[in-house]
């Protein structure tokens, strides 16, 4: 059947595409929270909430998902789960050695900036399966979506 190789095989080619795919969505993550001029793990008050906070949690994960899935092929909703937590992670990491942070702001609690690379992470698996489904055009078949004649 086809669809039974859903997990990648361990061969250099499946490496080289995961690599490249993974290294795709860590720069759309990490460019578009730069252009957007967000950082999660900053707070400076209920402000903070805004549209832009939005767009950088959700639909910039979002876009990795898709793009890791179009770019890997059957199981890239797999591989998915993994960008946004080095970016993230990184982002946190300079922010608490920095010598300075914006003024009226602090760094997040790593409990609730936890929780929102957690919501990154779902956003960006539910892309995965999203890119997926447009690649493919199957889910949970063995035959691919009848061509519709016009």
């Known amino acids: 059947m086809k669809n039974l190789r859903v997990t990648p095989w361990l061969t250099w080619e499946g490496i080289l595409q995961g690599s490249m795919a993974l290294g795709a969505a860590a720069l759309i993550d990490h460019f578009g929270l730069r252009l957007l001029g967000v950082r999660i793990e900053i707070f400076t008050g209920i402000q903070y909430f805004n549209f832009t906070w939005f767009v950088a949690l959700f639909l910039l994960p979002f876009a990795g998902g898709v793009a890791v899935s179009l770019i890997f092929g059957l199981g890239g909703k797999y591989l998915a789960y993994v960008p946004p937590l080095p970016v993230m992670a990184l982002d946190y990491y300079i922010s608490m050695h920095a010598a300075h942070l914006p003024v009226g702001g ?28 447009w690649n493919k055009r199957i889910y949970g078949r063995d035959h691919p979506a009848p061509e519709k004649k016009i």
Request: glycine share 18%.
């Open 106 to 133: 602090r760094l997040m609690p790593l409990g609730w900036w936890g929780f929102f690379v957690v919501l990154a992470i779902e956003s960006s698996a539910i892309g995965g399966v999203f890119g997926e489904i």
